[in-house]
C-alpha cells in the first residue's frame, strides 16, 4: 500500500488501528510529506480528496478562518476539499504521551466534523473523476483490513466490481466490439468508470459516518 506525496512519488505506509483513531493512514515518518502551506514536514497530517497533504492544524485552520456552507478549496489546486483522510506519522499513531494524544483526538473530531458537513456535497463528473485515484487507493488499502471498514461496503465494493467483470466479458454490448473493433470498447470503460465513481460515493459516505 502507498501513500502518494505531493511530488508524485509513492510512499510507503503502513495501517494501524488504534483506541482513538480507528482507521487512519499511517506513514513512517513525518517527514514523508512537507504541508504546503507551513512548508515544514507535516504533523498530523491529512490527505484531501484530491489527493495533497497539509498539516492538520494548517488545513483546519483554513477552514475554520475561511469557514462557509460550502466546502473549501485546496490551496494547492483549488479543488473543492469534500473529505479529509487521516494519514498520520507511525509516531504519532502510536504516541502514549497525553499532550499527543488529544492533539490527535481533537484532529480526528475536527475531521470527523468536516467529513460529515461536506462529503455529501454535489460533484460534477469531471471532480468525481480526479478524485479517483485518491479514493480508491484509500479504499483497496481498506478492503483487506476486515477491522476497518464496514461488511456492507465491503459487500457493495465486491459486487460492483463483479458486476463490472460481469459487463466487459458478456457478449452484450451496447457498442459491439465485433463490429466497431476497439471503439466498441468504449462502452465498457464508461461502465466501469460509473461503477468506481459509485464505490467512490459509497466510500465517502462510510468515511463521513464512521466512528473513528
Known amino acids: 500500500m502507498f501513500l502518494c506525496s505531493l511530488t508524485g512519488k ?6 494501524f488501528r488504534t483506541p482513538n483513531t480507528e482507521m487512519v493512514r499511517v506513514r513512517r515518518s513525518a517527514s514523508e510529506n512537507e504541508c504546503p502551506i507551513c512548508m515544514d514536514p ?7 480528496n484530491c489527493g495533497h497533504v497539509y498539516c492538520a492544524r494548517c488545513i483546519i485552520q483554513n477552514w475554520q478562518t475561511n469557514f462557509t456552507t460550502t466546502p473549501m478549496l485546496c490551496p494547492y489546486c483549488r479543488q473543492e476539499i469534500i473529505l479529509l483522510l487521516p494519514c498520520f506519522a507511525e509516531g ?5 504521551d497525553v499532550p499527543l494524544v488529544e492533539e490527535r483526538e481533537q484532529v480526528v473530531a475536527q ?3 468536516y467529513n460529515r458537513m461536506y462529503s455529501e456535497h454535489p460533484r460534477s463528473w469531471y ?5 479517483l485515484p ?17 461488511m456492507a461496503f465491503k459487500l457493495r465494493v465486491i459486487l460492483s466490481v463483479v458486476m463490472a467483470v460481469l459487463y466487459v466479458v458478456s457478449p452484450i454490448d451496447l457498442i459491439p466490439e465485433a463490429f466497431l473493433g476497439l471503439l466498441g470498447l ?3 470503460v464508461v461502465v466501469i ?8 460515493i459509497v466510500y465517502r459516505t462510510v468515511v463521513a459516518n464512521r466512528d473513528w
Open 10 to 15: 509513492p510512499r510507503r505506509h503502513l495501517t
Open 42 to 48: 507535516a504533523r498530523f497530517a491529512l490527505e484531501t
Open 92 to 96: 504519532e499513531v502510536m504516541a502514549s
Open 111 to 113: 475531521v470527523q466534523e
Open 127 to 131: 471532480g468525481q473523476l480526479q478524485d
Open 134 to 150: 485518491t479514493i480508491l487507493r484509500h479504499v483497496w488499502a481498506e478492503l483487506f483490513t476486515w477491522r476497518g471498514i464496514l
Open 186 to 188: 468504449a462502452d465498457d
Open 193 to 200: 468508470i460509473i461503477i468506481l465513481i459509485q464505490v467512490s
